[in-house]
Protein backbone atom coordinates (compact mmCIF):
# COMPACT_ATOMS: atom_id res chain seq x y z
CA UNK A 1 0.00 0.00 0.00
CA UNK A 2 3.11 2.25 0.56
CA UNK A 3 4.07 1.94 -3.06
CA UNK A 4 0.34 2.57 -3.73
CA UNK A 5 0.15 6.20 -1.56
CA UNK A 6 3.21 7.40 -3.28
CA UNK A 7 2.19 6.86 -6.71
CA UNK A 8 -1.44 8.22 -6.30
CA UNK A 9 0.46 11.50 -4.14
CA UNK A 10 2.66 12.07 -7.08
CA UNK A 11 -0.23 11.80 -9.44
CA UNK A 12 -2.42 13.95 -8.25
CA UNK A 13 0.18 16.57 -7.54
CA UNK A 14 0.69 17.19 -10.41
CA UNK A 15 -2.44 19.06 -10.83
CA UNK A 16 -3.67 19.35 -7.41
CA UNK A 17 -2.40 20.50 -4.12
CA UNK A 18 -1.88 17.20 -1.76
CA UNK A 19 -0.63 16.51 1.52
CA UNK A 20 0.30 13.11 1.63
CA UNK A 21 0.36 10.97 5.54
CA UNK A 22 2.51 8.06 4.78
CA UNK A 23 4.78 5.98 7.03
CA UNK A 24 7.74 6.78 7.52
CA UNK A 25 10.49 6.83 4.40
CA UNK A 26 7.92 8.03 2.23
CA UNK A 27 9.74 11.21 1.66
CA UNK A 28 12.46 9.11 -0.14
CA UNK A 29 10.24 8.37 -2.93
CA UNK A 30 8.43 11.75 -3.29
CA UNK A 31 9.61 14.98 -4.54
CA UNK A 32 7.64 18.17 -4.82
CA UNK A 33 4.65 16.64 -2.40
CA UNK A 34 4.17 17.68 1.13
CA UNK A 35 4.25 14.42 2.88
CA UNK A 36 3.87 14.01 6.88
CA UNK A 37 5.68 10.76 7.90
CA UNK A 38 3.57 8.74 10.72
CA UNK A 39 5.30 5.10 12.28
CA UNK A 40 3.65 2.34 10.61
CA UNK A 41 3.99 0.15 14.10
CA UNK A 42 2.36 -0.67 16.24
CA UNK A 43 -0.74 0.14 14.23
CA UNK A 44 -3.14 2.00 17.12
CA UNK A 45 -0.09 4.16 17.25
CA UNK A 46 -0.26 4.61 13.03
CA UNK A 47 -3.92 5.20 13.77
CA UNK A 48 -3.68 7.81 16.21
CA UNK A 49 -0.51 9.62 14.92
CA UNK A 50 -2.03 9.88 11.18
CA UNK A 51 -5.13 10.87 12.53
CA UNK A 52 -4.39 13.82 14.43
CA UNK A 53 -1.94 15.07 12.06
CA UNK A 54 -4.36 14.43 8.84
CA UNK A 55 -6.79 17.17 11.39
CA UNK A 56 -3.83 19.09 11.93
CA UNK A 57 -3.09 19.86 8.41
CA UNK A 58 -6.49 19.85 7.45
CA UNK A 59 -7.35 22.62 9.97
CA UNK A 60 -4.83 24.53 7.92
CA UNK A 61 -6.14 24.07 4.52
CA UNK A 62 -9.38 23.37 2.58
CA UNK A 63 -9.04 19.93 1.23
CA UNK A 64 -11.63 19.25 -1.28
CA UNK A 65 -11.44 15.51 -1.22
CA UNK A 66 -9.91 12.95 1.76
CA UNK A 67 -8.14 9.84 -0.18
CA UNK A 68 -7.56 6.90 1.30
CA UNK A 69 -5.54 4.16 -0.26
CA UNK A 70 -7.02 1.13 1.57
CA UNK A 71 -9.77 -0.17 3.66
CA UNK A 72 -7.87 -0.22 6.78
CA UNK A 73 -7.63 3.56 6.99
CA UNK A 74 -11.09 4.07 6.00
CA UNK A 75 -12.14 5.11 9.73
CA UNK A 76 -9.51 8.34 9.18
CA UNK A 77 -11.03 8.91 5.96
CA UNK A 78 -14.50 8.60 6.92
CA UNK A 79 -14.61 11.04 9.73
CA UNK A 80 -12.09 13.57 8.07
CA UNK A 81 -15.28 13.94 5.82
CA UNK A 82 -17.50 14.80 8.70
CA UNK A 83 -15.39 16.78 10.39
CA UNK A 84 -14.22 19.21 7.61
CA UNK A 85 -17.16 18.65 4.96
CA UNK A 86 -14.70 17.08 2.33
CA UNK A 87 -15.65 14.32 -0.15
CA UNK A 88 -14.21 10.95 0.63
CA UNK A 89 -12.76 8.50 -1.71
CA UNK A 90 -10.82 4.85 -0.52
CA UNK A 91 -8.94 2.63 -2.65
CA UNK A 92 -10.32 -0.91 -1.60
CA UNK A 93 -7.91 -4.01 -2.69
CA UNK A 94 -10.21 -7.23 -1.06
CA UNK A 95 -8.17 -8.88 1.58
CA UNK A 96 -9.17 -5.25 3.46
CA UNK A 97 -13.01 -5.92 2.98
CA UNK A 98 -12.71 -9.73 3.90
CA UNK A 99 -10.24 -9.02 6.95
CA UNK A 100 -11.33 -12.53 9.43
CA UNK A 101 -11.43 -9.91 12.82
CA UNK A 102 -14.82 -9.34 14.67
CA UNK A 103 -13.53 -5.89 15.47
CA UNK A 104 -12.50 -4.92 12.16
CA UNK A 105 -15.58 -6.33 10.53
CA UNK A 106 -18.04 -4.07 13.12
CA UNK A 107 -16.17 -1.13 12.85
CA UNK A 108 -14.02 -0.75 10.09
CA UNK A 109 -16.79 -1.98 7.48
CA UNK A 110 -19.67 -0.03 8.31
CA UNK A 111 -17.68 2.90 7.84
CA UNK A 112 -16.44 1.47 4.37
CA UNK A 113 -19.65 1.55 2.93
CA UNK A 114 -20.29 4.92 4.31
CA UNK A 115 -17.50 6.80 2.08
CA UNK A 116 -18.88 9.05 -0.75
CA UNK A 117 -17.10 6.93 -3.53
CA UNK A 118 -14.99 3.66 -3.78
CA UNK A 119 -12.08 2.43 -6.34
CA UNK A 120 -11.84 -1.33 -6.64
CA UNK A 121 -8.26 -2.48 -8.34
CA UNK A 122 -10.83 -5.40 -9.94
CA UNK A 123 -14.47 -6.97 -10.93
CA UNK A 124 -13.46 -9.43 -8.20
CA UNK A 125 -13.03 -6.66 -5.47
CA UNK A 126 -16.16 -5.39 -6.81
CA UNK A 127 -18.16 -8.27 -6.00
CA UNK A 128 -17.31 -8.89 -2.47
CA UNK A 129 -17.90 -4.94 -2.05
CA UNK A 130 -21.33 -6.13 -3.42
CA UNK A 131 -21.58 -8.69 -1.17
CA UNK A 132 -20.44 -6.68 1.69
CA UNK A 133 -23.21 -4.83 1.27
CA UNK A 134 -21.20 -1.36 -0.31
CA UNK A 135 -23.76 0.31 -3.11
CA UNK A 136 -22.88 -0.49 -6.74
CA UNK A 137 -23.28 3.16 -8.18
CA UNK A 138 -20.47 3.93 -5.67
CA UNK A 139 -18.05 1.74 -6.86
CA UNK A 140 -15.29 1.97 -9.69
CA UNK A 141 -13.15 -0.12 -10.97
CA UNK A 142 -9.67 1.00 -12.06
CA UNK A 143 -6.91 -1.71 -12.64
CA UNK A 144 -3.59 -0.87 -11.32
CA UNK A 145 -0.87 -0.05 -13.96
CA UNK A 146 2.86 -0.26 -13.51
CA UNK A 147 5.89 1.49 -14.89
CA UNK A 148 9.09 0.20 -14.75
CA UNK A 149 11.40 0.78 -17.11
CA UNK A 150 13.36 -2.47 -18.30
CA UNK A 151 15.92 -0.66 -20.82
CA UNK A 152 17.95 -0.17 -18.16
CA UNK A 153 18.86 -2.69 -15.33
CA UNK A 154 21.83 -1.74 -13.35
CA UNK A 155 24.38 -4.38 -12.83
CA UNK A 156 24.65 -5.88 -9.10
CA UNK A 157 26.46 -8.89 -7.60
CA UNK A 158 23.01 -10.58 -6.83
CA UNK A 159 22.02 -10.05 -10.12
CA UNK A 160 25.54 -11.48 -11.48
CA UNK A 161 25.26 -14.36 -9.01
CA UNK A 162 21.40 -14.95 -10.38
CA UNK A 163 22.68 -14.96 -13.69
CA UNK A 164 25.31 -17.20 -13.11
CA UNK A 165 22.71 -19.62 -11.49
CA UNK A 166 20.01 -19.57 -14.29
CA UNK A 167 22.63 -19.43 -16.80
CA UNK A 168 21.43 -22.44 -19.57
CA UNK A 169 18.16 -23.41 -17.70
CA UNK A 170 14.91 -23.00 -17.95
CA UNK A 171 14.05 -20.71 -15.34
CA UNK A 172 10.05 -20.29 -13.78
CA UNK A 173 9.57 -17.25 -11.52
CA UNK A 174 7.74 -16.08 -8.21
CA UNK A 175 7.77 -13.06 -7.06
CA UNK A 176 5.63 -11.98 -3.95
CA UNK A 177 5.25 -12.26 -0.56
CA UNK A 178 5.36 -15.92 0.93
CA UNK A 179 1.64 -15.84 2.23
CA UNK A 180 -0.76 -19.08 1.95
CA UNK A 181 -3.05 -17.54 -1.45
CA UNK A 182 0.03 -17.25 -3.37
CA UNK A 183 -0.25 -21.18 -4.00
CA UNK A 184 3.74 -21.98 -3.89
CA UNK A 185 3.54 -24.92 -1.62
CA UNK A 186 0.99 -26.33 -3.31
CA UNK A 187 2.91 -25.62 -6.93
CA UNK A 188 5.75 -27.33 -5.82
CA UNK A 189 3.71 -30.67 -4.10
CA UNK A 190 1.97 -30.70 -7.72
CA UNK A 191 3.63 -29.29 -10.55
CA UNK A 192 7.16 -29.10 -10.20
CA UNK A 193 7.49 -32.94 -9.59
CA UNK A 194 6.34 -33.11 -13.36
CA UNK A 195 8.06 -29.97 -14.47
CA UNK A 196 11.38 -31.40 -12.98
CA UNK A 197 11.01 -35.19 -14.36
CA UNK A 198 10.77 -33.41 -18.20
CA UNK A 199 13.22 -30.29 -17.68
CA UNK A 200 15.68 -31.95 -14.90
CA UNK A 201 17.82 -28.48 -15.04
CA UNK A 202 14.80 -26.16 -14.61
CA UNK A 203 14.93 -23.43 -11.70
CA UNK A 204 11.81 -22.09 -9.77
CA UNK A 205 13.72 -18.72 -8.71
CA UNK A 206 10.82 -17.52 -5.46
CA UNK A 207 11.21 -13.95 -4.93
CA UNK A 208 10.01 -12.43 -1.66
CA UNK A 209 9.42 -12.94 2.16
CA UNK A 210 6.82 -13.67 4.42
CA UNK A 211 5.45 -10.26 5.49
CA UNK A 212 6.63 -8.91 8.67
CA UNK A 213 3.43 -7.31 9.28
CA UNK A 214 -0.08 -8.41 7.50
CA UNK A 215 -3.59 -8.24 7.00
CA UNK A 216 -3.67 -12.11 7.82
CA UNK A 217 -1.03 -13.82 9.16
CA UNK A 218 1.26 -16.15 7.32
CA UNK A 219 3.58 -17.36 9.92
CA UNK A 220 5.37 -20.98 8.47
CA UNK A 221 4.18 -20.27 4.83
CA UNK A 222 8.03 -20.03 3.63
CA UNK A 223 8.83 -23.03 6.38
CA UNK A 224 6.15 -25.48 4.98
CA UNK A 225 7.56 -24.67 1.33
CA UNK A 226 10.69 -25.53 1.87
CA UNK A 227 9.86 -28.57 3.47
CA UNK A 228 8.46 -29.48 0.46
CA UNK A 229 10.52 -28.82 -1.75
CA UNK A 230 13.09 -31.23 0.77
CA UNK A 231 10.24 -33.82 0.54
CA UNK A 232 10.23 -33.98 -3.40
CA UNK A 233 13.87 -33.93 -3.87
CA UNK A 234 13.88 -30.71 -5.34
CA UNK A 235 16.89 -28.88 -3.40
CA UNK A 236 18.63 -28.52 -6.86
CA UNK A 237 15.79 -26.98 -8.16
CA UNK A 238 14.20 -24.25 -6.10
CA UNK A 239 16.36 -21.21 -4.83
CA UNK A 240 14.62 -18.64 -2.50
CA UNK A 241 16.66 -15.77 -3.12
CA UNK A 242 14.51 -13.06 -0.35
CA UNK A 243 13.57 -9.93 -0.77
CA UNK A 244 15.10 -8.28 -3.66
CA UNK A 245 16.52 -4.27 -4.21
CA UNK A 246 14.31 -2.90 -7.25
CA UNK A 247 17.41 -2.94 -9.51
CA UNK A 248 17.61 -6.45 -8.80
CA UNK A 249 13.98 -7.70 -9.62
CA UNK A 250 14.01 -5.97 -13.04
CA UNK A 251 17.01 -8.16 -13.65
CA UNK A 252 15.55 -11.72 -12.08
CA UNK A 253 12.04 -10.59 -14.47
CA UNK A 254 14.28 -10.97 -17.25
CA UNK A 255 16.06 -14.07 -16.32
CA UNK A 256 12.80 -16.12 -15.96
CA UNK A 257 11.16 -17.82 -18.84
CA UNK A 258 8.11 -18.25 -17.47
CA UNK A 259 6.29 -16.26 -14.18
CA UNK A 260 4.34 -18.43 -12.50
CA UNK A 261 1.23 -17.13 -10.24
CA UNK A 262 -0.37 -20.27 -8.62
CA UNK A 263 -2.99 -18.62 -6.42
CA UNK A 264 -5.62 -20.79 -4.64
CA UNK A 265 -8.17 -20.33 -3.02
CA UNK A 266 -8.16 -19.04 0.78
CA UNK A 267 -11.20 -18.73 3.38
CA UNK A 268 -11.18 -14.78 4.40
CA UNK A 269 -8.38 -14.15 1.67
CA UNK A 270 -8.25 -12.73 -1.51
CA UNK A 271 -6.18 -11.60 -4.05
CA UNK A 272 -7.77 -8.59 -5.63
CA UNK A 273 -5.78 -7.83 -8.72
CA UNK A 274 -2.10 -8.93 -9.06
CA UNK A 275 0.49 -6.26 -9.50
CA UNK A 276 3.06 -9.16 -10.04
CA UNK A 277 1.60 -10.89 -13.02
CA UNK A 278 1.68 -7.22 -14.56
CA UNK A 279 4.86 -6.48 -14.12
CA UNK A 280 5.82 -10.35 -15.65
CA UNK A 281 3.75 -9.00 -18.54
CA UNK A 282 5.72 -5.68 -19.01
CA UNK A 283 8.37 -7.54 -19.53
CA UNK A 284 7.79 -9.46 -21.73
CA UNK A 285 7.26 -12.79 -20.28
CA UNK A 286 4.31 -15.28 -20.39
CA UNK A 287 1.89 -15.91 -16.94
CA UNK A 288 0.93 -18.80 -16.09
CA UNK A 289 -1.62 -18.41 -13.57
CA UNK A 290 -4.51 -20.27 -12.30
CA UNK A 291 -8.11 -18.91 -12.65
CA UNK A 292 -8.29 -17.12 -8.98
CA UNK A 293 -8.06 -14.05 -7.98
CA UNK A 294 -8.94 -10.05 -9.98
CA UNK A 295 -6.29 -10.18 -12.48
CA UNK A 296 -5.51 -13.76 -13.46
CA UNK A 297 -9.15 -13.91 -14.89
CA UNK A 298 -8.09 -11.57 -17.56
CA UNK A 299 -4.67 -13.11 -17.95
CA UNK A 300 -6.40 -16.11 -19.35
CA UNK A 301 -8.32 -14.55 -21.83
CA UNK A 302 -4.97 -14.42 -23.78
CA UNK A 303 -2.88 -17.36 -24.98
CA UNK A 304 0.80 -17.46 -24.92
CA UNK A 305 3.60 -18.67 -27.25
CA UNK A 306 5.89 -20.58 -24.49
CA UNK A 307 9.61 -20.33 -24.38
CA UNK A 308 11.89 -22.51 -26.80
CA UNK A 309 13.03 -24.01 -23.80
CA UNK A 310 9.48 -25.36 -22.05
CA UNK A 311 8.38 -27.12 -25.51
Same mark, same amino acid.
Given at each position: ?126 ? %? ?23 ? %? ?34 ? %? ?38 ? $? ?8 ? $? ?72
Amino acid at each position: MEGLSQSIGRALSKRHEVTLIAPVGAKNFLENVEVIEVPLRPLPLFFLVAFVQSVRAACGNKYHYAVGCSGLVAPIVYFLGKLFGSKTLLFVHGLDVLVDSKPYQWFFLPLIRRVDEIIANSSSTRE %VLERYGVSKPAVHIVNPAVSIDFTV %VPSTPKSKQLATLAAGRPVLLSVGRLIERKGLEEFV %VKAMPPIQEKFPDVLLLIVGEEPAAAMRSSSGVKARIEKA $VFEKGLQNNV $VFTGAVSAADLKAVYLLADVFVFPLVPVPGDMEGFGMVAVEAALAGKPVAAFKEGGGCRRCLRWRVRLPDRFR
